[in-house]
Structure formats: C-alpha cells, structure tokens
C-alpha cells in the first residue's frame, strides 16, 4: 500500500481520505484532496472522515476555492493565489461561502 497514491477532487478528494480508514494491512503512502469537499450531503458523517494527516504517509491538499477551507490541515497545504477564489473564475457554486 505504501506505493499506492489516491488522489480526487472535491467529493473524491473526501473519498479519497475516507478509503484509508477501510485498509486494514500497511499504509497508503500518499493522498491528494484537490479542493476536498466537506460532507454536505451525508447524514451522520463521522468527522474522522475528513481527509487529514492520519489518512497516509504524505498528506496534501490544493485548495483553490472556500469550500475546502473546512478541511482540516494535511501534512503539505498549498493555497494558490491565497486558496480562497481564482482569477478568471465566477461564484458559480456555494456564494455564500464567500461572504
């Protein structure tokens, strides 16, 4: 597993962080949460869930929009343009997260 890299955007992102807590044998070695989105959708998350630091040897997350601020910090965060909105992009979704 050490070798395994899982790597999703926004719902995938979340998934990818949750798939670490079903392997039973090694570690994954790395995980990526390109805008990994809070739970919004599901009915008693467990919080554990989130991708975090515990989910495989290297942890990181890219997070370019307010939705993934919710997310708790990973080993290696990266903020582009201060990780809050683009240049070029419009509120197309979740404005008032913005606010």
């Known amino acids: ?3 395994c890299h899982l790597m999703g955007y926004s ?3 979340l998934i990818s962080g949750m798939v670490s807590h079903y392997i039973t044998e090694g570690t994954l070695g790395r995980v990526t949460g390109i ?3 809070p739970p919004y959708n599901i ?3 467990d919080p554990k869930y989130f991708i975090d630091v515990s989910d495989a040897e290297i942890v990181t997350t890219i997070r370019t929009s ?3 601020e919710k997310i708790p ?3 290696i965060d990266f903020y582009p343009n201060g990780g809050v909105m683009q240049p070029g992009c419009i509120k197309w ?3 008032e ?3």
């Open 1 to 3: 597993m050490s070798q």
């Open 11 to 13: 719902f995938g992102g």
């Open 35 to 37: 805008d990994p989105s």
């Open 43 to 45: 009915k008693e998350f």
């Open 66 to 68: 307010v939705v993934a």
């Open 73 to 75: 910090q990973t080993s």
């Open 93 to 95: 979704y979740t404005p």
């Open 97 to 99: 997260l913005g606010k």
